[in-house]
């Protein structure tokens, strides 16, 4: 894809910048023992991502959001998965260097997820400091992805639009949500979904290594 007159590069988190899949499954599986429900494998967790944490928790408990413990589960998980969310999370190899590289050429840099607002922003000031200048995550009373509204709200606070701006995610719902807002999506292969999965579901631009996401601008 032609990046010449890209000024904004808006990140998905999990997946994308951070392996968070050890946490999110370490916690999920805590929820589920606390009411005798069965635990899921990393494979299942890394299939029911994407969508926040209510969708994680009614994917992974049978019958979804008709079990009677799924409200009980969903707080379960919030409180562990807030206390938890740092010990084995850390940013995919080269990562780091390619976001320090982009902002060094200029590229204005945010990052917009699904995990909860205040996650978010903890997690980008921990792990990348001023490199994100904007971090927004799921927030009362905004839609989410594959939503446009907080790709919309992230570009209004870099000062972009929909023509210098470029959405990367891991995931078909990052692709979608690229789709929703009218902008280019980039899709990563060092995440949760296959090459083939996000083929189907539109992608059309790929980087399989952050190395090579730092040639593509």
Same mark, same amino acid.
């Given at each position: #894809? ?28 805590? *929820? ?8 899921? /494998? /990393? ?7 994407g969508n926040g944490i209510a969708k994680l928790v009614e994917r ?29 999370? *850390? ?6 260097? #390619? ?13 917009v997820s699904n995990k909860p607002d205040a996650q978010v922003k ?10 994100? @200048? /904007? ?8 839609? #989410?992805?594959?939503a446009p509204d907080s790709l919309f709200a992230a570009m209004q606070?870099?000062?972009?639009? /929909? ?12 692709? @979608?949500?690229?789709?929703? *807002? ?20 539109? *992608? ?9 996401? #730092?040639?593509?601008?």
């Amino acid at each position: #894809m032609d990046t010449n007159n890209i000024k904004a590069i808006i990140f998905d988190l999990d997946g994308t910048l951070l392996d968070t899949l050890t946490d999110l499954k370490n916690s999920l599986n805590e *929820a589920l023992r606390n009411h005798s429900l069965p635990e899921r /494998t /990393t494979d299942e967790v890394r299939r029911f991502v994407g969508n926040g944490i209510a969708k994680l928790v009614e994917r992974a408990i049978p019958s979804g959001m008709q079990h009677p413990s799924y409200d009980a589960v969903l707080t379960d998980i919030r409180r562990i998965y807030a206390q938890r969310c740092r010990e084995n999370t *850390a940013p995919y190899a080269g990562i780091t260097e #390619m976001l320090n590289d982009l902002s060094h050429k200029g590229y204005a840099l945010a990052v917009v997820s699904n995990k909860p607002d205040a996650q978010v922003k903890a997690l980008c000031r921990s792990f990348f400091g001023d490199c994100i @200048q /904007t971090a927004i995550g799921q927030q009362e009373g905004v839609r #989410m992805k594959p939503a446009p509204d907080s790709l919309f709200a992230a570009m209004q606070q870099l000062d972009a639009d /929909t023509d210098n701006t470029v959405y990367v995610g891991d995931s078909e719902v990052d692709v @979608q949500t690229a789709q929703n *807002a009218g902008v280019p999506c980039i899709s990563v292969l060092w995440g949760f979904r296959d090459k083939e999965l996000l083929l189907t579901n539109g *992608a059309r631009n790929f980087a399989h290594s952050p190395a090579e996401m #730092m040639q593509m601008f």
